[in-house]
């Protein structure tokens, strides 16, 4: 199910950090400026969370090279590699999936690898928080992506790590994306998948290369 809820990005920010953040890191460097004064063994706890929380909900503005012809991380992380899968759901053919490793402190923003339209979208609920449920049989909550560009369609899948996270879409069905343009975001670490159809793309990245969203070159497109 498709959740049409977007995250404010249109509020007034902090450069660097989510919306979110902004009213959070002034009300803690406010507090910690008061416990200075008053309470000075306390300002250390406000500002740690403040520190905490500038980590978490860092979102730098990024420069994506013009290049029509290339494929963009669409993740921090590090690259673990490529498979070849059958894509079901907007690919309908044999695709190339590139797996990415998003770390807890990694950027928790997610970008479009090329320009095009958002002609795909589907939010999978994760399963009722129910702690004694065995691991491998719990399904965390998805979002899946798919972007039409000029030279074929491509897949973005995000899949959350932990119970009780939450992927935030941030474009909706029709929406025109540019290369390196937010599409989602989750907190905490997730896994990001990159699927496009097979003997299109020069796949670049070797296993274990670390990646910025938006910046790091992961691939050429093959001129048939």
Same mark, same amino acid.
């Given at each position: 199910?498709?959740?049409?809820?977007?995250?404010?990005? =249109?509020?007034?920010?902090?450069?660097?950090?989510?919306?979110?953040?902004?009213?959070?890191?002034?009300?803690?460097?406010?507090?910690?400026?008061?416990?200075?004064?008053?309470?000075?063994?306390?300002?250390?706890?406000?500002?740690?969370?403040?520190?905490?929380?500038?980590?978490?909900?860092?979102?730098?503005?990024?420069?994506?090279?013009?290049?029509?012809?290339?494929?963009?991380?669409?993740?921090?992380?590090?690259?673990?590699?490529?498979?070849?899968?059958?894509?079901?759901?907007?690919?309908?053919?044999?695709?190339?999936?590139?797996?990415?490793?998003?770390?807890?402190?990694?950027?928790?923003?997610?970008? =479009?690898?090329?320009?095009?339209?958002?002609?795909?979208?589907?939010?999978?609920?994760?399963?009722?928080?129910?702690?004694?449920?065995?691991?491998?049989?719990?399904?965390?909550?998805?979002?899946?992506?798919?972007? =039409?560009?000029?030279?074929?369609?491509?897949l973005l899948s995000v899949t959350t790590r932990f119970r009780g996270q939450r992927v935030t879409p941030l474009v909706r069905l029709g929406d025109r994306v540019r290369a390196g343009q937010r599409l989602s975001r989750v907190r905490f670490g997730s896994r990001v998948d990159l699927l496009a159809p097979r003997d299109l793309i020069e796949w670049l990245p070797a296993p274990g290369a670390h990646l910025r969203a938006g910046v790091s070159l992961?691939?050429?497109?093959?001129?048939?």
């Amino acid at each position: 199910m498709l959740d049409n809820r977007l995250a404010p990005d =249109s509020l007034p920010r902090i450069p660097g950090l989510e919306p979110v953040a902004t009213p959070i890191v002034g009300l803690g460097v406010g507090l910690t400026g008061i416990l200075l004064r008053v309470r000075p063994r306390l300002a250390p706890l406000p500002l740690a969370l403040t520190a905490l929380t500038a980590l978490v909900c860092r979102d730098p503005e990024r420069t994506t090279p013009d290049d029509a012809d290339a494929l963009f991380a669409p993740a921090d992380g590090v690259a673990l590699g490529t498979t070849e899968v059958y894509e079901h759901r907007f690919l309908h053919t044999d695709a190339i999936q590139l797996t990415i490793d998003v770390s807890p402190i990694d950027v928790a923003v997610q970008r =479009s690898p090329a320009s095009g339209s958002i002609d795909y979208l589907e939010h999978q609920d994760a399963d009722p928080l129910l702690f004694r449920e065995p691991r491998e049989t719990y399904r965390p909550e998805r979002l899946f992506i798919g972007i =039409s560009t000029g030279w074929g369609p491509l897949l973005l899948s995000v899949t959350t790590r932990f119970r009780g996270q939450r992927v935030t879409p941030l474009v909706r069905l029709g929406d025109r994306v540019r290369a390196g343009q937010r599409l989602s975001r989750v907190r905490f670490g997730s896994r990001v998948d990159l699927l496009a159809p097979r003997d299109l793309i020069e796949w670049l990245p070797a296993p274990g290369a670390h990646l910025r969203a938006g910046v790091s070159l992961i691939g050429q497109v093959v001129l048939l």
